[in-house]
Structure formats: C-alpha cells, structure tokens
C-alpha cells in the first residue's frame, strides 16, 4: 500500500476564514512533507517533519501552521489567507534507509485551495 | 543556477517512438533521484527512482545517472498517448547526517505523444 490520503480534495475559503488541510499515512514512513504548486510550476516545499518533529520550515507565512499529532498524520491549518495562497496543497511521505538515503516520497491526491 | 534543471520543452513524439528526457543537478552531494509523472490537475506519480550510477530499466522505463557528470535521464521506449503528462526530475541530499533529505525539482519537461 502506497497511498497518501489527503482531505478535503477542494476547498473554498474567505480571507477571514481558518480551515485545516489534512494528510494520512499507513507505511510507517516517518518523514512527511507539505508542498505547495501553482499551475504550471513543479511543486514548492513548505515543510518537512522528521519523527513527528518539524525540521524544515521553508520560510512559509505564519499564516500556514502545521501540526503532527502522530506519526500517520499531518495537518496544515490555514488562517487569514491571501487569494495569491489559493495553488494545489501537496502532502507526501518517505521512509529513510538504514544508510541514511531517502527512498521515495509518495504525494497525496493534493487539496485544491482557492482563496476568494 | 537553479538546484536541478531539466531540458527545456515541450517535447513531442510521435506514438512508438524513444522519448528522452534529461536533468542536471548542481549539488554534488545528492544521493537519491527520482522521476516523477503529473497528469494535468494530478498529483506527481512516482516512476523511477535510481540511486546508483548506471542503468535502472523498469518496463518501458530506462533511468540513468552519471554522478560525476551530475546528470540523471529517463527514456521511454514505445511511447504511448497515455504517457502525455509533465515529467519532473527530483533529487534529495542528505547533507549533515540529519534525519531528513530536502527533495528539490526541477521545473518539468511537458511530453506529447501525438497518434
């Protein structure tokens, strides 16, 4: 089994609104990732968490907060978005090998986000 | 110079015929690439992952990297309509020892395979 389920597939939301974006994994991968694309760009990394502590922040807006409550699930809450935020949300997963390599992330059917 | 490049398209071949994709990578402690298929309004699929120079062949898939050339390719023999999609080379580097690899990609090569 190799899915990544991610929920909800789309999402509408107003500038003043909070949502939460969520990701779930049943590999026991322990690196889980959260990206961001707009059309016709490859997908732009916002955050990794590593054994269910966050080790890379890519300077994302404190706008966008995530959260691991557990080693299967991710969660970005989303709060006073802009509409320039609105871009497909990517959520991904990676085992990482006894020889310190990372074996291959696998993404999530992604959460259609349009600000308005 | 961008982290990983790829070779600028689009490329189009016509039905049965190789298609040859290509990417660079600028950092020289990169361990791990991969091949990544995006149908238009989908998420990346993975294709090929490759870890060791040389030839990794995978159906109609062929990846191959060079290290000290800092380059990893895909071939696609008989390629098929089905195979349309935008292909994204990504590369991960475990620099540190830390526990995490920062996966980079490239901006995508978009295919066609025309009937």
């Known amino acids: 089994d190799t899915e990544v389920t991610q929920t909800p597939k789309h999402l509408v939301m107003g500038m003043t609104n909070k949502k939460s974006l969520k990701c779930e994994q049943h590999m026991g991968h322990r690196a889980m990732y959260w990206y961001k694309q707009k059309a016709k760009k ?75 | 110079q961008k982290e990983v490049e790829q070779n600028s398209g ?15 990578y600028s950092d020289r402690v990169s361990q791990s690439f991969f091949w990544y298929r995006q149908y238009s309004g989908k998420s990346p699929e993975l294709i090929m992952s490759i870890y060791s120079n040389g030839d990794k062949e995978d159906g109609r898939f062929t990846a191959q990297l060079n290290k000290a050339s800092q380059y990893v390719s895909l071939l696609i023999r008989d390629s098929q309509p089905s195979d349309s999609a935008t292909y994204l080379c ?11 690899g920062k996966l980079t990609f490239g901006q995508g090569t978009i295919l066609t395979v025309h009937p």
């Open chain 2, 10 to 24: 689009p490329l189009s071949v016509p039905e049965g015929a190789i298609a040859s994709l290509n990417c660079t």
């Open chain 2, 90 to 100: 990504a590369v991960t580097s475990n620099a540190g020892g830390t526990s995490y």
């Open chain 1, 42 to 116: 490859p997908p732009e990394l916002m955050f990794v968490y590593s054994y269910e502590k966050l080790s890379i922040n890519e300077s994302v807006p404190s706008r966008f907060s995530p959260e691991c409550p557990n080693s299967s699930l991710l969660n970005l809450h989303l709060h006073a978005l802009q509409p320039e935020d609105s871009a497909l949300y990517l959520c991904a997963s990676s085992h990482r090998t006894s020889e310190l390599r990372n074996t291959e992330a696998f993404f999530g059917q992604g959460t259609r986000l349009t600000v308005v």
